[in-house]
């Protein structure tokens, strides 16, 4: 029974009004700025408190309980969701978008994605052209599909912050995050694109064969994103496209 509530009755009260025990309403009560009566779980009348102080103590309590927990159920809020992925890396520093403009030939995938799991067999020999637009980068990826050279246009855009970019890509699992972590332009370039928060880790050299040490460090990104060799595909070294004809580009800047 709920401490400082009277709902015993006996027959001698019969006919008369009920007695309503003030500490208890004080106490499940308050007042509003306006004056008005206002219950910590819900706001009722002076007969929903009379009604309650007329039940039997057992079940006068565990209704108490109940209001309770369902004022803390309202009260409970969800928890804030996990940071994504990309938002712990860090662009490299003082990134210049004027130097990391031009052709880059893509040497290395590593992600979780099952689908690039799947069809890691059909990978084609990919390269990438960049060219600065302001703080923005429009960028050219060209690849074979059934033997036939595509291109496809994409826009890198500002985000505010050098080196980290927004590219708003087909399809419904939303934008891609881009982030350029290291670099130094003349020969490797490492990039982190999010995707539904899936984070995949990209290698690009200038030219091929990529050295070991611009390996190794791929390695030690791949490593630092906790994907491991598994999750890594390599592309073939041979067989790019340098150009698309007119039927064979997809524009994703004008849609």
Request: charged content about 20%.
């Amino acid at each position: 029974m709920c401490k400082g509530m009277s709902t015993s009755h006996t027959g001698s009260h019969v006919g008369k009004k009920p007695k309503v025990n003030s500490d208890f309403v004080h106490r499940t009560w308050r007042q509003s700025p306006a004056g008005k009566c206002r219950a910590k779980v819900r706001c009722a009348g002076p007969v929903t408190v009379a009604a309650v102080t007329m039940l039997p103590p057992r079940t006068a309590s565990l209704l108490t309980l109940l209001l309770a927990v369902g004022s803390l159920g309202q009260r409970a809020q969800r928890p804030p969701r996990p940071p994504s992925p990309i938002s712990a890396i860090q662009p490299t520093a003082n990134f210049d978008a004027q130097r990391f403009s031009g052709t880059w030939f893509l040497v290395a995938v590593a992600s979780a994605c099952r689908s690039l799991q799947e069809q890691g067999h059909r990978a084609e020999a990919t390269t990438l052209h960049v060219t600065p637009q302001g703080a923005a980068m429009a960028v050219s990826t060209f690849r074979k599909l059934d033997g036939i050279c595509w291109q496809v246009r994409q826009l890198y855009g500002d985000t505010g912050l050098p080196g980290r970019f927004l590219l708003q890509a087909r399809g419904a699992r939303g934008a891609v995050d881009v982030v350029v972590g290291e670099t130094d332009y003349r020969g490797f370039a490492i990039l982190y694109l999010e995707r539904a928060r899936q984070l995949s880790v990209k290698l690009y050299a200038r030219s091929l064969p990529v050295s070991e040490s611009f390996l190794s460090v791929f390695e030690q990104r791949v490593q630092g994103a906790n994907l491991t060799e598994d999750h890594t595909l390599f592309f073939p070294k041979y067989g790019f496209c340098e150009a698309a004809d007119q039927f064979h580009v997809l524009d994703e800047v004008r849609r």
